[in-house]
């Protein structure tokens, strides 16, 4: 054999090598997340004998309920290039005013309320945001202590309680078979993102926005126009995720929702949404919903100190954020 042979047989193995590596990565970017979801349960169910049951996966569906809701908010202002950290103000909020709007109005009056509120407050989030320039999390932040005490003031810190009818209970706590009603309101939500991002002109635009914002301009999108209906679309999100919320406790909390807007943007970076903007997809916000809510749930049977609970998220958090970079490079 000659010397060209050995070097073209050696660059052979060589590019074979490198395209079952691509083919290996690109398999593990697309169905990694759900592999490691399915290991989840099965080491949860090994672990705790409680986790693998019709009780506890009703449990499940029913807390990561208005997770998927926040989720699915979160996940378009995060495409869009920005991120909202009021929703869990927001809940608050809508929660006292879904309340009071129960008793003097009725169930339906109370839950259109509780999610109008939330746009409300998205629209002035997004139009500061885009109207000023002024940097989304700043905004929102500064939302968030706005948001909270005015849902504090309004109650006098108290929470409304008593009352409450049980058609408005149901909305949290009810089961249609064995599945709890949430499930479904959470179904609803997806629905309507994966409709908006993939079959609308406008979540078009919020992927262009999010990917290059400059390039967006001068192709002709309306981007002040796009980057505020984002911000109310998840405005909208989080009072539907108040509403399931308070119909589960059966109060109008100033306090809920505390904490919640971390939980929302740790599903969706989980899930693959790239918090610089401009990728996500439907399905791996699903995933990431899943995956949060059962690692919360294993650890809670396990009786892992809530603290460590944080600290896990935090590292899931980091570990996909640097997923994404990696992706965004190339490398995977």
């Excluded at 078009?204 to 967006?216: D, L, P, S």
């Amino acid at each position: 054999m000659s010397d060209d042979d050995i070097h073209g047989a050696s660059g052979t193995a060589r590019s074979n090598s490198a395209d079952a590596a691509q083919v290996i990565g690109q398999f593990a970017l697309k169905w990694g997340l759900f592999i490691f979801l399915i290991a989840l349960i099965i080491m949860f169910s090994l672990l705790e004998p409680r986790f693998a049951t019709l009780l506890n996966a009703q449990n499940v569906l029913r807390q990561a309920a208005p997770l998927a809701l926040l989720a699915c908010g979160q996940a378009v202002v995060l495409i869009e290039g920005g991120v909202d950290v009021s929703v869990g103000s927001i809940i608050a909020l809508t929660s006292v005013c879904m309340v009071g709007t129960v008793w003097t109005f009725g169930v339906i009056p109370g839950i259109i309320v509780a999610i109008l509120v939330g746009g409300i407050v998205g629209l002035v989030n997004g139009s500061i945001i885009a109207f000023w320039g002024v940097n989304a999390f700043v905004v929102t932040l500064a939302t968030l202590t706005a948001v909270r005490g005015l849902a504090l003031y309004s109650t006098g810190g108290i929470p409304l309680h008593g009352n409450i009818p049980d058609s408005m209970l149901f909305l949290g706590n009810g089961h249609i078979g064995p599945v709890p009603f949430a499930v479904f309101v959470s179904a609803l939500g997806f629905a309507l993102l994966y409709l908006y991002l993939r079959r609308t002109t406008a979540g078009r635009h919020t992927y262009a926005i999010g990917g290059n914002r400059e390039a967006a301009r001068l192709a002709g999108i309306k981007i002040v126009r796009t980057r505020i209906l984002a911000y109310v679309i998840c405005g909208l999100f989080a009072g539907a995720a108040g509403a399931v919320l308070t119909s589960r406790g059966g109060i109008g909390a100033p306090n809920m929702g505390s904490g919640r807007e971390l939980d929302a943007i740790a599903a969706a970076v989980i899930g693959g949404v790239a918090f610089g903007g401009g990728v996500g997809r439907v399905f791996g916000i699903i995933v990431g919903v899943a995956m949060l809510s059962i690692i919360k749930n294993g650890l809670n049977l396990y009786n892992v100190s809530s603290f460590v609970q944080l600290m896990v998220i935090g590292i899931i958090i980091i570990a996909a954020i640097v997923v994404d970079r990696y992706r965004q490079k190339g490398d995977i």
